[in-house]
């Protein structure tokens, strides 16, 4: 059983930076497209960025040039570096892999972004 576990989430001011982390473990991890979503308060779960398993990037309109994401197949981690954080940032991030029909998710990671 594949399992993502999440890691790097807390409380960060307004205009600060925290970066998140994903390790998927028992998983063919290089093959893996791995998303990060957000669900905040009251909301939809969202795509937040994806990242495929040759490289290839994409974000949701609201964190374009803000946030990044990347992976170390050596490691097993994707990772979502998350700069001039906003306090509409504020959900419980999760880590997703996909390859075919196959979905996986971790179970979150608490980001709150306040003053």
């Known amino acids: 059983q594949v399992q993502l576990v999440e890691s790097g989430g807390g409380l960060v001011q307004p205009g600060g930076s925290l970066r998140l982390s994903c390790e998927a473990t028992?998983?063919?991890?290089?093959?893996?497209?791995m998303n990060w979503h957000r669900q905040a308060p009251g909301k939809e779960r969202e795509s937040v960025a994806s990242i495929s398993s040759g490289g290839i990037t994409n974000y949701a309109d609201s964190v374009k040039g803000r946030f990044t994401i990347s992976r170390d197949n050596g490691k097993n981690t994707v990772y979502l570096q998350m700069n001039s954080l906003k306090p509409e940032d504020t959900a419980v991030y999760y880590c997703n892999g996909r390859l075919g029909s196959l979905n996986y998710w971790g179970k979150g990671t608490l980001v709150t972004v306040s003053s």
């Open positions: 028992r998983a063919r991890f290089s093959l893996l497209v």
